[in-house]
């Protein structure tokens, strides 16, 4: 857990019930995705029925915090003013080793194409913005070859 960084974007504002146990769980440094009762799959981003079968009874897990690098994007420029972030920055897709995938930022890792490679595996790391929010980001898991020519 790193120390409280600058709040340098906007907050997700108001949090909805379906995600509260995603925020919660961040902030206690956990990642919590949503499983579907009726099917069994894992699913992301938060909602009050699985997207697979419809089913409303949704359960919460915490996830490993492993997946690999699905895709991503480097932003050298945000346009949106609300957002503070130092540029250059990696938009990543990560697909959790439970199968769900989120959006999310890249961290600790050089900007660099050249570097970066999809399907590095990598690892969740928490960024906590205030008391309330906590944001999950990933980073190349330990021994991954992200920096290694
Ligand atoms: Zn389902």
């Known amino acids: 857990m790193s120390d409280t960084i600058e709040i340098d974007r906007p907050l997700p504002q108001p949090i909805t019930p379906e995600a509260r146990p ?3 769980g961040a902030r206690d440094g956990k990642l919590m995705i949503p499983r ?7 699913f992301m981003y938060p909602r009050v029925a699985c997207p697979f079968c419809a089913s409303r009874d949704i359960a919460w897990i915490q ?16 346009l949106n003013k609300a957002f503070k972030v130092k540029t250059p ?35 969740v790391v928490f ?9 999950p980001m990933f980073q190349p898991a330990a021994g991954a070859t992200a920096g290694a020519r």
């Open 22 to 24: 995603y925020w919660d």
């Open 36 to 42: 579907c009762q009726a099917c069994g799959r894992p």
């Open 63 to 78: 996830a490993s915090g492993r997946g690999r690098l699905h895709s991503f994007a480097i932003a050298h420029q945000i």
């Open 89 to 123: 920055v990696v938009l990543a897709m990560v697909e959790l080793d439970e199968g769900p995938r989120l959006l999310t930022n890249l961290v600790n890792v050089a900007p660099d194409p050249t570097v970066l490679k999809c399907d590095i595996p990598v690892e």
């Open 127 to 135: 960024e906590k913005l205030t008391d309330q929010v906590t944001l």
